[in-house]
């Protein structure tokens, strides 16, 4: 008998998009509801986002499981923290903190994407970005899930600083407003939807300033 | 309560068949500053004195909020009862993960007893030197109990444990009937009269006092000083020291009633005083 190799796979891929961009003091942070494995669709109605504090919110594609088995689970240690310090985590604190709960399952990892979004303790907005084993950065925008490669060149276009070594000389990206953030966004996933098969359905869009937290929701393309 | 020759391990019985080291326990609990709590079908309110050690030092905080729908309030060695609420807040968490919903009262005060009881078994443990008063609402209403070192509980309409503790069991007694349908306000209007008759004619001011509330719509919070002294003036329950007839007569009858919580006044105040 020819050695055989092992076929099943404790992980699987639900798709999905999330993109999280950072204002001067409000955070953006949105992700579309489709949920798919392979080539069939779940459902179209499943939130990928999840307010783990006050001013924190973080959004997940990769394997929704893992994914919910992640949430449980930071907001379990919230619950801790708040019965320790009497208040709520900070979005920097919360940053770390995932950043650690992902880094010690770092030999059967949590198939999760995220895109963490919030307010600092300052009232500015901050985004962070990780990948499966937490490793994560701070920065004024990002996307993670199966529409990333469609979408972050188009934010990067949109959003990053030109570079000083680029004639003619340009000037520095302005800052973005709310409504305009709000804009981009349902702009990038319109686009994301119409190439990558797992995005679509609806986008759900959870915008934080120091009013609170909204949602908005708009329809996307259900091919 | 004498020294005698079978009082030395917990787990040595006496001949009446009774632990003097878990009978001693509960004697820590009478020592506390006062905590109270009484129910109604909806609301729950726990109240506690705050004793501070010396001018110069703050008050021990003696109430917990251990879940939006549990809290607690603890008379005797604070540092106990502190252990105690992390491991009912552990509990918490861990069946809100596995169950997605809130961990019903009576479950967790039976858990507390058993925790208490094992250190009534133990040669190498000492019993918790803690009462705690556990208000918390689940699916089957409002409830209030109070847990031993003892590892026994018991459910009460209204209840209160610590120094002085009479004096507003006996108020309680008179009013526990009125407290099922009560509003919220008056339970903790109630509540502040019950913690006014404690502090044996000292003025009624919300520095001396802390008030939790927990009902239906209502998750475990304490209420702030300022609302607490706005209820006081509100209902204008400060304490008369200048003594008309009823006040006077109050305090008379609490003095006997007070039991060895003032006798071991008199002798100085236990080290761990609270």
């Known amino acids: ?223 | 309560m004498f020294r005698n020759q079978y009082d030395t391990d917990v787990t040595t019985w006496s001949p009446a068949g009774r632990l003097f080291q878990v009978e001693y326990a509960m004697e820590a609990v009478k020592q506390g500053s006062a905590a109270i709590g009484l129910r109604s079908k909806t609301h729950i309110v726990l109240g506690c004195v705050n004793k501070a050690n010396s001018e110069l030092s703050s008050h021990q905080k003696k109430i917990f909020k251990v879940d939006d729908h549990i809290g607690v309030a603890i008379a005797g060695l604070t540092a106990d009862g502190r252990v105690l609420s992390r491991y009912m807040r552990n509990e918490c968490i861990n069946y809100s993960f596995t169950y997605e919903s809130p961990l019903p009262v009576g479950r967790l005060v039976v858990q507390l007893a058993d925790k208490a009881q094992v250190c009534t078994q133990r040669s190498w443990k000492r019993p918790y030197g803690v009462g705690l008063l556990v208000a918390g609402l689940d699916e089957s209403g409002a409830h209030l109990y109070y847990n031993c070192p003892s590892g026994n509980y018991f459910e009460y309409q209204a209840f209160a444990i610590g120094s002085r503790s009479q004096a507003a069991k006996t108020y309680l007694e008179r009013r526990f009937e009125s407290f099922t349908d009560a509003s919220r306000d008056d339970l903790v209007k109630d509540a502040l009269m019950a913690i006014r008759e404690t502090l044996q004619g000292e003025t009624l001011k919300s520095s001396v006092c802390t008030i939790a509330v927990v009902g239906v719509g209502e998750p475990f919070h304490i209420l702030d000083q300022a609302t607490v002294q706005q209820m006081i003036d509100a209902f204008e329950i400060v304490g008369e020291q200048e003594g008309p007839a009823a006040a006077a007569g109050q305090e008379a009858s609490a003095e006997p009633e007070a039991e060895q919580g003032g006798a071991a006044a008199g002798e100085g105040v236990a080290p761990m005083d609270i």
């Open chain 1, 1 to 223: 008998m020819p050695k055989q190799q092992a076929n099943w796979s404790p992980y699987d891929n639900n798709g999905g998009s999330c993109v999280a961009v950072a204002g001067a003091d409000y955070c953006v942070i949105a992700a579309d509801t489709r949920m798919s494995t392979g080539y069939i669709i779940l459902t179209r109605d499943y939130s990928k986002i999840c307010k783990l504090a006050d001013k924190c919110v973080m959004a997940s594609s990769g394997f929704q499981a893992d994914v919910k088995a992640l949430q449980k689970h930071l907001a379990a240690r919230h619950l801790i923290y708040q019965h320790q310090h009497s208040k709520q985590m900070s979005c920097p604190a919360m940053a770390q903190l995932l950043s650690n709960t992902l880094y010690y399952k770092r030999f059967f990892p949590y198939y999760s994407f995220n895109v963490l979004g919030g307010l600092d303790n300052e009232g500015k907005g901050c985004v962070f970005t990780y990948d499966a084993v937490g490793s994560y950065e701070k920065v004024g925008y990002s996307s993670q899930g199966s529409g990333s490669t469609l979408i972050m060149p188009f934010l990067d276009n949109q959003l990053k600083s030109p570079s000083p070594l680029l004639l003619p000389v340009q000037d520095a990206v302005t800052p973005l407003a709310e409504a305009e953030a709000v804009d981009l966004v349902k702009t990038v996933f319109a686009s994301a939807s119409e190439r990558d098969i797992y995005t679509g359905d609806k986008l759900e869009i959870v915008v934080i300033n120091a009013d609170g937290i909204r949602r908005e929701y708009m329809d996307l393309r259900k091919d």
